[in-house]
């Protein structure tokens, strides 16, 4: 009943115009907020779907780091006991640290990564070769795989390079000695790989024996066990178990924990968005406000009749509650609507373009999620309603009268 008496309000024309101007243009605005919540969420979560890929192939499914320290004991009993948990993929054992490289008169402090010969079932860097073949080479003859940023900042090529580079890198030693606290070693480039600039200006790879014996680790130290899941849906309740089997003194991280710093701040910002844009909804709310306060006291004869019908104080406050809610729905569907147009037209066609040409792509990727259109809905009707509450209590507290 509430809500044919609303729909009749809502369509039919006031006899004060500014009446019906507020109204459309309430719904313009939460038409306007919810086109705008929708399509920036969708580029966030986009953008953030890209990210993810690109991480994805440098960080493994899992990665077992020591709990204190840079470096862990792993036996091959150890070793054999993980292999038989189920779900596991591939492993891979890795010696990561900071090194100094150095061209002739030109050097630069990079992450040096030792993983042995089965670092490909962990990790996508050997699929992402941009120059070069990935070949890390052996204890007497290194190669280093240099990300693509090293490449430019030591001056080299990296697969045409036949000068052997300087590696200096921290030895685990008794001495008070400061010189012999550093190693050095000579390694020749075998390729560049292009993944993403956090790691291509940061990250050269070698292989493993290399890393120990420059670096005097004993045969069974690490720093890190990567491991890859069959099914990376998996990776939770794998990752509970693999801690129970190694006990305290190992962490085992996630690739979300692993780069928990990045995907915190990602989603942060989208929620700060999400926040300013919502600020647009609750300025509408103050206009539905003075539109459903001027219907209220231009329908207080049609209030009364519908008093003296025996419409008691509840049904009035449900006509005007489900007038705001009303302009609420059409609005946001008619955003929402136009947000969908608009986000498929950027899919297909990449109508709207990035700025620059630094980046991976050069037009703003979007996906949409079932959850941010109910996010958004409901943002919009709480609002509305809320808004709506204080003039649909004063219609219903309106007293009886029937004098024109």
Request: charged fraction near 20%; glycine fraction near 6%; include cysteine.
């Amino acid at each position: 009943m509430h809500f044919k008496f609303a729909w009749r309000y809502f369509k039919a024309k006031k006899s004060t115009n500014a009446i019906n101007i507020i109204s459309w243009v309430t719904a313009g605005v939460i038409a306007f907020s919810t086109l705008c919540q929708v399509l920036v969420l969708s580029v966030f979560n986009g953008f953030e779907g890209l990210v993810k890929s690109l991480y994805s192939n440098f960080y493994s499914d899992v990665k077992v780091v020591p709990a204190k320290g840079k470096t862990f004991t792993l036996t091959q009993a150890q070793l054999n006991k993980i292999h038989t948990l189920p779900g596991i993929k591939g492993t891979s054992l890795n010696i990561e640290e900071k090194a100094l490289l150095q061209n002739t008169e030109q050097q630069t402090v990079v992450l040096l990564k030792g993983v042995d010969s089965d670092y490909y079932k962990v990790s996508g860097v050997p699929q992402k070769m941009y120059d070069g073949v990935f070949n890390t080479g052996t204890a007497d003859n290194p190669k280093l795989i240099l990300g693509a940023g090293i490449e430019s900042a030591i001056g080299v090529q990296a697969d045409r390079n036949l000068f052997p580079i300087t590696v200096f890198l921290p030895k685990k030693t008794k001495s008070n000695n400061p010189l012999a606290a550093l190693s050095e070693g000579n390694a020749t480039t075998s390729g560049s790989f292009a993944i993403q600039q956090d790691f291509d200006n940061k990250y050269v790879i070698t292989n493993l024996a290399f890393m120990r014996q420059q670096m005097n680790y004993k045969p069974d130290e690490y720093s890190a066990l990567e491991i890859s899941l069959k099914d990376p849906g998996q990776t939770d309740e794998f990752t509970k178990t693999l801690q129970k089997t190694l006990g305290s003194q190992y962490k085992v991280l996630t690739k979300y924990e692993q780069n928990m710093s990045l995907y915190n701040s990602m989603r942060m910002e989208k929620w700060f968005i999400y926040a300013v844009l919502t600020l647009i909804l609750i300025i509408a709310a103050f206009n539905m406000v003075g539109a459903l306060t001027m219907l209220v006291l231009e329908k207080r004869k049609d209030i009364s009749v519908l008093q003296s019908m025996g419409a008691d104080k509840s049904l009035i406050k449900k006509i005007f509650l489900t007038e705001g809610v009303l302009l609420a729905v059409v609005g946001a569907g008619t955003g929402i609507v136009l947000a969908l147009i608009i986000a498929f037209l950027q899919m297909k066609y990449h109508l709207i373009k990035l700025a620059g040409a630094s980046f991976l792509i050069d037009y703003f990727p979007v996906k949409l999620e079932i959850t941010d259109f109910i996010l958004v809905i409901f943002t919009a009707l709480i609002i509305a309603f809320t808004a709506s509450w204080f003039p649909a209590k004063k219609a219903s507290e309106q007293m009886f009268n029937l004098k024109t």
